[in-house]
């Protein structure tokens, strides 16, 4: 069973930076894409951030230029350094991963079946 836990996530200035972390654990497949979402109140939660067994990375556009996403070389960790942020940043944070690639779908949260628990990221002006 696929398993994933999200840290690092807190309370900053606009301008700031924080870096969440996700370790995943159970997960062996060769294909996979892990993805950083976020959902703000009241609203759908979209793609942040994508990287793949490949190594290729996508970012959704409000975010590229702020924000990286990496993994780890063991591929047990996720992470997601976020700089200049801004309050419209705030929302929860969670990690999720498919067991295969999805270079045009990455962003949409269904099919996701492995999920963390979200961590909550607020950002003051």
């Known amino acids: 069973q696929v398993q994933l836990v999200e840290s690092g996530g807190g309370s900053v200035q606009a301008g700031g930076s924080l870096r969440l972390s996700c370790t995943v654990s159970?997960?062996?497949?060769?294909?996979?894409?892990m993805v950083w979402f976020r959902q703000a109140p009241g609203k759908a939660r979209d793609g942040v951030a994508a990287?793949?067994?490949?190594?290729?990375?996508q970012y959704d556009d409000s975010v590229k230029g702020r924000f990286t996403i990496s993994q780890d070389n063991a591929k047990n960790n996720l992470y997601l350094q976020m700089n200049g942020l801004k309050p419209e940043d705030t929302a929860m944070y969670y990690c999720?991963?498919?067991?295969?690639?999805?270079?045009?779908?990455?962003?949409?949260?269904?099919?996701?079946?492995?999920w963390g628990q979200g961590t909550q990221v607020t950002v003051s002006s």
């Open positions: 999720a991963v498919a067991l295969l690639r999805r270079p045009s779908t990455w962003s949409q949260p269904w099919g996701f079946p492995f």
């Open positions: 159970g997960h062996t497949n060769r294909k996979y894409t």
């Open positions: 990287v793949d067994d490949t190594g290729i990375t």
